[in-house]
């Protein structure tokens, strides 16, 4: 990388190899190389995971697939982005019985749009299956909701408290489960659904089997398993905190006045195609949303007090790159698989190591290239030391001088 610079200090890009660096964690079960066909699938889902485009199982797909057909109990740990939807969804969609009156799997999300992805995979994996897969979240019309629950689906999705609602008015009924699925535990804990959660298991058959995935596992994962699944096996992929390879990772240091300089800079660089901007609060992400409109930006917002039309709105211009930047709270972002992100920018930093490796995941999907960038205050370097040590991974630093001497060509710094 050349950079044209001309400075005192000058600016010496550290030059950090992005191999990813062994967290210790090793993987619980022998490292699977094995294609769908080995995992002991039907010839109709082979077909259907062939025309999706899925040449071969995820490792998480890989360990946890095989166990789920045979009917264990299942604790499925991997980062975001590695495939956990159809690491249930396929031994799901092999174990529903067609043509049978009753839901016979639910799964249960922590927000919408991730209950709107899932169904969205489903859909995908059971293209050769004549069965109905139906979304309830709050949020959504009932009427429809309702009309859906008349037509028979086999397999629910939905949101917590969308469900219980459903569960009151005797619209949904769990006798039928044969399987109940969590995904994404540790957001819906955080989320407080933990209750929800439970009550709603409760109301499903004692006898049937429990698949749970999340990124992390926290010490509620181990006592809900111990109340409601029987013997489950924990199969996890890699370290909790890892994040994958491709993604290269800067921090820019600036004081807080001038933080919105720095990102402007950023957004101007070419290489910056679409960017996911982080704030710490909703009012951070409304200020810096109508900044950035007021200086001519294309960017749109999404948080938890906006309606849920509006935050639908939001990610589906955004989905379909109708506008290059959305701003976004944690909560809100959680989870979203939306292809093709070039950019995360962290416009404040992230509360913990955790939630970093949860807003850098929404680049570099599915083998994707993707760059991190952090603004961070001095007073915050500590933040970034810790979320090196529990990523193993390094950050190169920068300060808001080297911007502005590359003006114009930032891009070469963050693209
Ligand atoms: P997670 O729930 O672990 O965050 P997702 O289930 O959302 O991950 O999957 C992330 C992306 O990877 C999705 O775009 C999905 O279509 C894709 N994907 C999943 N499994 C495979 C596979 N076996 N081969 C290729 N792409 C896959
Ligand atoms: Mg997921």
């Known amino acids: 990388m050349v950079l044209p610079v001309r400075s005192r200090r000058p600016f010496r890009p550290q030059v950090r190899t992005f191999a990813p660096v062994s967290s210790g964690a090793a993987p619980a079960a022998p490292l699977p190389t094995q294609s769908f066909a080995e995992l002991g699938l039907t010839e109709g889902m082979l077909q259907t995971l062939e025309r999706v485009g899925y040449s071969h199982p995820t490792p998480i797909q890989a360990l946890t697939i095989p166990r789920a057909l045979q009917g264990r109990d299942v604790i499925g740990g991997a980062q975001t982005g590695s495939g956990k939807t159809a690491a249930f969804a396929v031994p799901v969609l092999e174990r529903v019985e067609v043509g049978s009156p009753d839901v016979q799997a639910l799964v249960l999300c922590p927000t919408r749009e991730l209950a709107a992805q899932v169904t969205l995979e489903f859909e995908k994996l059971a293209a050769h299956l004549q069965v109905e897969i139906l979304a309830i979240v709050g949020g959504d019309s009932m009427g429809r909701q309702l ?3 008349r037509r028979h689906p086999a397999v629910v999705v939905g949101t917590p408290g969308r469900v219980l609602d459903h569960l ?19 957001r819906m804990l955080d989320m407080g659904f933990a209750p929800d959660v439970e009550r709603i298991l409760q109301q499903t058959p004692k006898q049937r089997q429990t698949l749970l995935f999340s990124a992390t596992v926290p010490a509620w994962i181990h006592r809900l ?4 699944m029987r013997d489950p096996e924990t199969l996890s992929v890699a370290g909790e905190m890892e994040l994958v390879p491709t993604i290269r990772q800067w921090c820019i240091e600036c004081s807080w006045a001038e933080k919105e300089e720095a990102l402007t800079m950023l957004l101007d660089s070419p290489q910056v195609r679409t960017g996911l901007i982080f704030t710490a609060t909703k009012r951070n992400a409304d200020l810096l949303h109508a900044a950035l409109l007021a200086r ?11 309606s849920q039309r509006d935050r639908d709105l939001a990610l589906e211009r955004f989905r379909k790159s109708r506008v290059r930047f959305l701003i976004a709270t944690d ?5 979203l698989d939306i292809e ?19 807003r850098v995941g929404r680049t570099a999907r599915a083998g994707r290239e993707g760059v991190a960038l952090t603004l961070i205050t001095p007073i915050e370097i500590l933040k970034i030391r810790d979320i090196e040590r529990h990523t193993h991974r390094a950050i190169e630093r920068h300060q808001l001088s080297d911007l502005r001497l590359l003006a114009g060509s930032v891009g070469e710094l963050v693209g």
Not at 225 to 228: D, N
């Open 147 to 149: 009309d859906g629950l």
């Open 168 to 186: 009151q008015r005797h619209s949904l009924r769990l006798a039928g489960i044969r399987i109940a699925i969590l995904d994404e535990a540790d």
């Open 225 to 228: 398993a111990e109340r409601h």
């Open 296 to 306: 001519g930006y294309d960017v749109t917002v999404i948080h938890g007090d906006l």
């Open 331 to 335: 909560v809100a972002a959680r989870g």
């Open 340 to 358: 093709d992100i070039s950019h995360v920018i962290n416009y404040d930093a992230p509360s913990s190591p955790e939630d970093y490796v949860h």
